[in-house]
């Protein structure tokens, strides 16, 4: 287990972290550009979410990443996240701020034993992309607000994706974008939005969802 606050604290020990280790960060903002440096461990929050802020982008080039519990404030770069590897988890977290997708998933597709799953996190999206959706890619519970042109969940390249009991809502834009790839649609609420799914190509399963006040 590692432990430190303070300016660069989160990048200082990402580049001594081994195997299994867990991160945990405290409460502040975090200023910092980041990249994962071993496979297969925990960065955590040690507090509230919306307390523990990293502002930047963060790259996770190593499989086996679990990311808990922090706020990912893009701070207008084009992605808060960006995932280019296998077996990543992220949950109980807040994204917004990025200038095209707030996480994107770049993984080739994998084994569907190792996916990219996204949980019980909250997406504030402007005219961006909440999750650009490539590899395998799970995502479950989490809540997405969209204001003005942006898209809850966009899939656009060869992928196998599962939205379910997730929360689409705000004044405008698109809860789930389709334009390519494999995806089930499933269990989730979508209200207020201009449109609630766009399907425009792939292989796409929909069921038990609900749609209100959408255009």
């Given amino acids: 287990m590692a432990s430190d606050t303070g300016p660069d604290a989160i990048g200082r020990i990402l580049e001594g972290a081994d195997e299994d280790w867990t991160i945990k960060i ?13 496979k297969d461990i925990t960065i955590e929050g040690s507090g509230d979410a919306e307390d523990i802020i990293i502002e930047g982008i963060f790259t996770i080039d190593h499989e086996g990443i679990t990311l808990d519990g922090v706020t990912l404030d893009g701070n207008g770069a084009d992605n808060a996240l960006v995932v280019n590897n296998f077996g990543f988890t992220l949950e109980n977290c807040i994204l917004e701020g990025a200038d095209e997708a707030l996480v994107d998933v ?23 992309t909440g999750i650009l959706a490539g590899g395998v890619t799970e ?7 969209v204001e003005e042109d942006g898209d809850g969940v966009g899939i656009e390249i060869d992928a196998d994706v599962t939205v379910e009991d ?15 790839g494999d995806s089930e649609i499933s269990g989730s609420t979508f209200a207020g939005l201009a449109t609630a799914l766009d399907i425009d190509a792939g292989t796409v399963s929909v069921g038990g969802n609900t749609i209100q006040d959408c255009e």
Avoid: K, R
């Fill in 106 to 128: 770049v993984a080739e597709p994998g084994d569907e034993d190792d996916p990219t799953v996204i949980d019980d996190c909250t997406f504030n999206i402007e005219d961006e």
């Fill in 139 to 145: 995502i479950s519970d989490s809540t997405f607000t």
């Fill in 166 to 180: 997730c929360t689409f809502n705000g004044g405008s834009g698109v809860g789930v974008q389709v334009t390519a």
């Fill in 26 to 38: 405290g409460e502040g903002l975090y200023v910092e550009i980041l990249t994962t440096e071993c």
